[in-house]
């Protein structure tokens, strides 16, 4: 059977690379393994073949990649040539081979990565490595033609950290940097067999997918979710038990039980996909229950459409939808059921020892039957995620109590959901061919009717993992965004209420605020040696979080007393903002005219100019009332400094909304930005090409990057009145020491141990400086009245901030010369790490620990 097992049965005897012609062929390859600074070890190797033009394959080397001679020849130089359906899936090529032609040979420069992070052996290029309990072997396997051939040079890099074992004995180099060298040609090719002890984390990464290993694995992941789920619990109960007024408004009703019936659906989703990876595979292993494991196909297929309905159940959108997701479900159960009516075999795998089942599979179209059936599956799960954002909206405008408010949306909505139905799956098959010739590249081509077969079983059981794969990757990212429209809308309707607090939001809005940054914003980056970092992070983030609000409350600028227990917050209103911006506006004409004076020296209208001050410091809006009206400010507060810390909107609520629009719009530079250095730099776009939501992924980040940005955004509006600093852009540095919390601590372990820190501090930089911009322009915003005085927003900040031009200028420059050096530091290191290879056939993964922030 064609397969990865073939490579070792070349036959001695065969002899079609003519070898005797490649005696006079010079070799180089050199090998670099790779620890520090990466979640697993990696290894790149490179391979330089010089062949003599007299050798008679020699001229195949310069044909198309895809002809038959081309790969016979680049079998002979590179692989085994006696084995005609190569296959790796453990390394990844930059690019093909380079081929330059000399006045006398034909070169060949081939280069090859592996990433070491299951117990299987990495063959890659001409290198093996072979993992152990704790010691891993790095063996040069030669291509047989290139036996004779004159290995000039061998180098291996071993990355810092000396050998344990050395064979044979290098001709020079140094203890981490070993050179074998021949001055001639002739003679037996050195054997070189090094044995290596990687670091800890890196061997127990490795091993990580062993059983009984995996299930804490396992645990990890949803350790988050056993945590974040009795919060919900707990937070629901304080909603119903704390209603803004007296009776709850049908709107805080219908959001309150959005939020429990979502979190509760969410949660069992969460296990029952966790299960549905691991169950199966525990089962093999212990061969037991073998229904389970043997069918496992129409078990995903299954529970993912049960999933899918669930979510239509919940969104209740309008017949119409309904009855399609209902049809489409049908057809997926019949498929799952009755696999044989469509040409499949009795359990979803196909396997190159059963010729007749590929054949049928073949004449029965039933690629495309279950590629309809993936489709379907995924109809399902877009009507059901659009009806239930909808309801999750409509929620916060119901007006009858006890009402469920309906997912109801437009049929172009449905058309939509129908087209991305389409495309998913046949993305996925499409990259899956481009897999294919990743790692089959030398294999004899379509000539063969074997590797036909061969090539149409890989295909199709790749795409059988579709069912399996797409929850895991799909449930989390809308897990995370409409959790945080379920928050959203659980403020809004608390907000809208009879008798809610205007100027800042209650204790019970304040912890929605708080689960809300700390669950579905701030980032809880990466994993350790297979631990999820959010065990260290999100104590740190509450922390931090604690420690702004709990010291930074009090010297906010509203909560400066007024009089003796009667701080500002409880005496101003929305009322009071003509005056405020008048007063404001006062205030700084008249220090601009004390700055005139300065080299006057003339007193008497000085004094006249400080008596006006005097009285702008005074309490006096219409409509003032005793005690409070005549009474002078805090001394550290003047009118600017009021009218700033109000903000630009009446209410808590509207404030948090105006910050959110803010920082959208300043966040697509920054997203665009991270989209390049997330999915696009480097190797990382090449890697789109060949994974299964590759270019679908690019699409749901920009929209998390955005919708996390607008959470952030958000927060920051909302809690305006409660953060200190007297300014926009002080308040947003509080908040982004939050932020930025969780990626210092995950860059100290990463420094530590040596692993990937990533580009998680260009991530805390780009959320700075949109929080930054976003303080910025709610503080124009709320001068928005005097546009018309000034020519440009900028002229306007200026004398809000009363600042001199020439300080700002050269303020702004250093900030962008910073700006410039920091993001060039972080983007011209090494290339982000991909992992090359697929899943394997006995096993599935997870969804990403990463809940917070940008998915």
């Not at 990466?38 to 195949?60: G, H, M, N, Y």
């Not at 990687?198 to 645990?219: C, D, F, H, I, Q």
């Not at 409509?623 to 003047?638: E, I, N, Q």
Request: glycine content about 8%.
């Amino acid at each position: 059977m064609p397969g990865v097992g073939l490579e070792g049965t070349a036959r001695a005897q065969d002899d079609d690379c003519l070898s005797r012609q490649l005696k006079s062929a010079k070799v180089t390859t050199s090998v670099s393994v790779k620890h520090d600074g990466e979640d697993f070890t990696k290894a790149d190797t490179r391979l330089v073949v010089e062949v003599p033009k007299s050798w008679s394959l020699a001229p195949d080397l310069l044909l198309n990649g895809d002809t038959v001679e081309y790969r016979a020849a680049m079998r002979c130089v590179l692989r085994y040539p006696g084995d005609p359906y190569p296959y790796r899936d453990t390394e990844w090529r930059p690019w093909p081979p380079r081929v330059t032609v000399q006045k006398s040979s034909i070169t060949v420069e081939h280069r090859a990565v592996t990433v070491v992070d299951d117990v299987r052996d990495r063959d890659f290029g001409p290198w093996r490595i072979t993992v152990g309990k704790r010691l891993w072997t790095l063996a040069l396997v030669r291509p047989l033609a290139l036996d004779k051939a004159w290995w000039r040079e061998i180098t291996v890099d071993l990355g810092g950290r000396a050998a344990r074992k050395v064979s044979p004995t290098p001709t020079k180099g140094s203890v981490t940097n070993l050179i074998w060298t021949r001055a001639k040609a002739g003679g037996k090719p050195p054997e070189v067999r090094i044995q290596i002890q990687p670091p800890a984390t890196k061997a127990m990464t490795a091993r990580w997918n062993e059983r009984p290993w995996y299930l804490v694995g396992s645990l990890t992941l949803l350790s988050y979710d056993f945590v974040l789920f009795p919060v919900l619990l707990l937070l629901v109960k304080r909603l119903r038990r704390t209603p803004v007024s007296l009776a709850p408004t049908p709107a805080e009703e219908a959001t309150r039980r959005n939020l429990l019936l979502w979190a509760c659906l969410m949660f069992a989703a969460v296990l029952a996909f966790e299960a549905d990876d691991q169950v199966p595979r525990f089962l093999g292993d212990h061969q037991v229950f073998m229904w389970w494991p043997e069918h496992r196909v129409a078990v995903h297929l299954v529970i993912s459409t049960l999933a899918g309905g669930c979510l239509v159940l919940f969104g209740r959108p309008r017949p119409a939808a309904g009855a399609a997701a209902s049809l489409a479900a049908a057809y997926v159960a019949v498929v799952a059921s009755a696999p044989g009516w469509f040409g499949l075999p009795a359990d979803h795998w196909l396997s190159t020892d059963y010729v007749a089942d590929i054949e049928l599979f073949e004449q029965s179209w039933g690629f495309l039957w279950f590629g309809l059936a993936c489709g379907c599956l995924v109809f399902v799960w877009m009507v059901g995620v659009a009806a239930t954002l909808v309801r999750l909206r409509r929620a916060v405008d119901v007006q009858t109590l006890g009402t469920v408010p309906r997912g109801d949306f437009p049929h172009w909505v449905l058309v939509v959901c129908a087209g991305a139905a389409a495309l998913l799956p046949a993305m996925s098959v499409w990259a899956s061919q481009n897999m294919w010739e990743q790692q089959s590249w030398l294999s004899v081509g379509n000539s063969d009717v074997e590797y036909v077969h061969w090539r149409i079983t890989e295909l199709y059981n790749n795409l059988a993992w579709f069912p399996s794969d797409w929850p895991d990757w799909f449930l989390y990212w809308i897990w995370w965004l409409s959790l945080m429209g379920a928050l959203i809308a659980v403020l809004r309707a608390r907000a809208a209420a009879p008798g809610a607090p205007p100027v800042n939001p209650g204790a019970t809005e304040l912890l929605v605020i708080n689960v809300l940054f700390v669950a579905e914003i701030v980032p809880t980056p990466g994993w350790i040696a297979g631990f999820a970092m959010w065990l260290l992070s999100v104590p740190s983030i509450l922390l931090t979080l604690y420690l702004l609000l709990t010291l930074g409350r009090p010297r906010s600028v509203l909560a400066r007393d007024l009089l003796p227990g009667k701080p500002l917050n409880t005496v101003i209103q929305e009322s009071h903002r003509g005056w405020l911006i008048e007063s404001a506006r006062k205030y700084r004409d008249l220090h601009a005219q004390l700055r005139r004076l300065e080299q006057g020296q003339q007193d008497g209208k000085r004094a006249e100019l400080e008596e006006k001050l005097d009285q702008l410091h005074r309490w006096n809006p219409p409509g003032a009332t005793a005690p409070y009206v005549g009474t002078r400010l805090p001394d550290s507060v003047d009118s600017v400094e009021l009218a700033l810390a109000w903000g630009p909107r009446g209410t808590w609520w509207l404030n948090g909304c105006r910050a959110a629009f803010f920082a959208v719009l300043i966040a697509l530079p920054a997203t665009a930005v991270g989209v390049w250095a997330e999915q696009l730099r480097g190797p990382l776009w090449d890697d789109n090409f060949t994974q299964r939501v590759g270019f679908v992924d690019i699409v749901t980040y920009a929209i998390g990057s955005q919708a996390a940005w607008a959470g952030a955004g958000f927060v920051l509006g909302a809690l305006w009145r409660l953060l200190p600093g007297r300014r926009g852009p002080t308040k947003a540095l509080g908040l982004s020491l939050v932020y930025a919390t969780p990626a210092a601590g995950h860059w100290i372990v990463t420094q530590v141990l040596g692993q990937f820190f990533g580009n998680w501090a260009l991530d805390a930089a780009l959320t700075l400086l949109v929080l930054t911009l976003t303080g910025v322009a709610m503080d124009i915003d709320t001068f928005r009245q005097e546009g018309h005085y000034w020519p440009t927003k900028a002229a306007l900040l200026l004398s809000v901030y009363q600042l001199r031009t020439a300080s700002v200028q050269v303020a702004f420059f250093v900030a962008q010369l910073v700006a410039l050096v920091s993001i060039w530091q972080q983007m011209k290191g090494n290339d982000p790490m991909v992992l090359i290879q697929p899943k394997d056939p006995s096993e599935t993964s997870g969804g990403s620990p990463d809940t917070g922030g940008p998915p």
